[in-house]
């Protein structure tokens, strides 16, 4: 079965850091870009960044909302993701999901699909 | 960032109804678009991609349209297990970003 489980996440001061994990099972993980999405209590969903597969020399792509202080990786030896997180806000206190992109490819072009989701690790940033 | 907004933000409907979900681009994203439901307590679960491709295992009551920067998402006969909310998310550029969300609740 494919499974995506997060953990790493708690409570931490505003400034602080953290770091996130998410580990992948029963999927080729080397061959995917993989995407951190967020969602703050009783909000909608916000995208966190991404990273590409080794393809495409594991590049990132951030939000402007966490651009210079999050960081993606990935380790495809041990199928896992990371999230790490520097100067943290108040505003970053969400659940944060690991996601699988399978992208969609044909004459139209590359369309993402965000097909696996992981059930989420809750960061909350407060004094 | 290209801003996608969605309406309505929420509506009220029964079983058995044909809902319609709009999501307006901030500027033209071609059919670059995907929909999501997302349930109380629940990871998201893509319905939709490529603005009018369902993805494998959902039922076919649910269809999209549009191009440019207006789509919409049906909902042909309404389910229990629709009740939910429903994103839009845009793979045009980056940043990506998602819709404000609409939630279905039962009337």
């Known amino acids: 079965e494919v499974q995506l489980a997060e953990s790493g996440g708690g409570l931490v001061q505003p400034g602080g850091s953290l770091r996130l994990s998410c580990a992948a099972f029963g999927l080729t993980f080397y061959d995917h870009y993989m995407e951190w999405v967020r969602q703050a209590p009783g909000k909608g969903l916000e995208w966190v960044g991404r990273i590409r597969n080794r393809s495409n020399r594991n590049t990132t792509e951030y939000g402007a909302s966490v651009k210079g202080r999050f960081t993606i990786s990935r380790d495809d030896s041990k199928n896992l993701l990371f999230l790490q997180m520097n100067s943290l806000k108040t505003e970053d206190t969400a659940l944060y999901f690991c996601v699988r992109t399978y992208l969609h490819c044909s004459d139209a072009g590359c369309f993402d699909g965000f097909d696996v989701w992981g059930q989420g690790t809750m960061v909350a940033v407060s004094s | 960032a290209i801003q996608m907004t969605q309406s309505p933000s929420s509506l009220s409907a029964s079983v058995g109804d044909r809902v319609t979900i709009t999501c307006r681009a901030s500027q033209g994203i071609r059919s670059e678009l995907g929909w999501y439901q997302q349930k109380p307590g629940k990871a998201p679960k893509v319905l939709i991609y490529?603005?009018?491709t369902l993805q494998s295992g959902v039922p076919s009551r649910f269809s999209g349209s549009g191009s440019g920067t207006d789509f919409t998402l049906t909902i042909s006969s309404l389910q229990p297990e629709d009740f939910a909310t429903y994103y839009c998310l845009q793979d045009n550029s980056y940043p990506r970003t998602f819709g404000q969300g609409t939630k279905v609740e039962i009337k």
């Open positions: 490529g603005a009018s």
